[in-house]
Nanobody, 131 residues
Framework: QVQLVESGGGLVQAGGSLRLSCAAS???????????MGWFRQAPGKEREFVAA????????YYVDSVKGRFTISRDSGKNTLYLELKSLKPNDTAVYYC?????????????????????WGQGTQVTVSS
């Protein structure tokens, strides 16, 4: 079993910043670097959507267009932790943010952005942006 625990969410004014963290652990947890990682979010009344993803090595990242230039995904293998830096936040960034880990053998853009290509999920952390 792999556990992912998000933290860092909260209430912030438009234009503000937050840093989300996702700590990975578990009895069957393999080396952190064997997983590609992603952030997804779900706003009230909407389906969960892809936000950002990072490759196993950290050398490749992907973002949904609406967050490019404002959000930054990164990972620290020494700490088994995934991060998402959120800047210039907007009210429509309000959502529950989930981190996810995937272990599919083949990786491509379509894998990184697709929910069912991730095997493990955190419980989510709420981000609320006020106008």
């Amino acid at each position: 079993q792999v556990q992912l625990v998000e933290s860092g969410g909260g209430l912030v004014q438009a234009g503000g910043s937050l840093r989300l963290s996702c700590a990975a652990s578990g009895r069957t947890f393999s080396t952190f670097s064997t997983y590609y990682m992603g952030w997804f979010r779900q706003a009230p009344g909407k389906e969960r959507e892809f936000v950002a993803a990072i490759s196993r090595s950290g050398g490749t990242t992907y973002y949904v267009d609406s967050v490019k230039g404002r959000f930054t995904i990164s990972r620290d293998s020494g700490k088994n932790t995934l991060y998402l830096e959120l800047k210039s936040l907007k009210p429509n960034d309000t959502a529950v943010y989930y981190c996810a880990a995937g272990d599919r053998t083949s990786c491509s853009f379509s894998v990184y952005i697709t929910e069912h290509q991730y095997s493990y999920w955190g419980q989510g952390t709420q981000v609320t942006v006020s106008s």
